[in-house]
C-alpha cells in the first residue's frame, strides 16, 4: 500500500529469481571461458571488500555512503545476473537515499547470504567451464 504519495518497496529478496544465470554470463563474455575464471576471480576478490564497507557504513548510520556502496555491489553483482543479490542491493541504495536506514541491519544480513551463496555458485561455475 503506498505511503505519503510514494510507493512502497519490496525489502524482502525475491525468492524466485534465480541466484545465477549461467546462460546470460556466458552469453557477456562471449563463451570466452578464461575471460569469466578472470571476472569471477576478480569479483570474489573484491566483494568481501565492499560488503565490510557497506556493513560499517551501516553501522555508522552515513546514508551516502550506504547508498554508494551498495550501488556499487549492485552493479558488480548484475554482471552475474543475480537477481536475489541485485535486489537487495537495490533496496539498500533506495534506503540510503532517502537516508532511512531503520532496517538497513535486518537488509544487510540477508544481502550477507546472498552474497555467500553468489559466490560459492561463482566458485562451482568458474571451475566447471
Not at 9 to 31: F, H, K
Not at 52 to 61: F, K, S, T, V, Y
Amino acid at each position: 500500500m503506498p505511503t505519503n504519495g510514494r510507493k512502497q518497496e519490496n525489502m524482502e529478496a525475491p525468492v524466485n529469481l534465480p541466484v545465477l544465470d549461467e546462460q546470460a554470463i556466458l552469453e557477456r563474455v562471449d563463451g570466452n571461458r578464461d575471460l569469466l575464471r578472470e571476472i569471477v576471480a576478480l569479483f570474489l576478490e573484491a566483494y568481501p571488500r565492499q560488503q565490510a564497507e557497506l556493513g560499517a557504513a551501516i553501522a555508522r548510520g552515513r546514508a551516502e555512503e550506504v547508498a554508494r556502496v551498495a550501488h556499487a555491489i549492485k552493479g558488480s553483482v548484475a554482471f552475474f545476473a543475480s537477481g536475489p543479490v541485485v535486489e537487495l542491493a537495490r533496496g539498500l541504495e533506495m534506503m540510503g537515499r532517502r537516508g532511512d536506514l531503520v532496517d538497513a541491519q535486518s537488509r544487510f544480513d540477508a544481502l550477507e547470504a546472498e552474497l555467500a551463496q553468489l559466490a560459492g555458485a561463482l566458485r562451482r561455475f568458474a571451475t566447471d567451464q
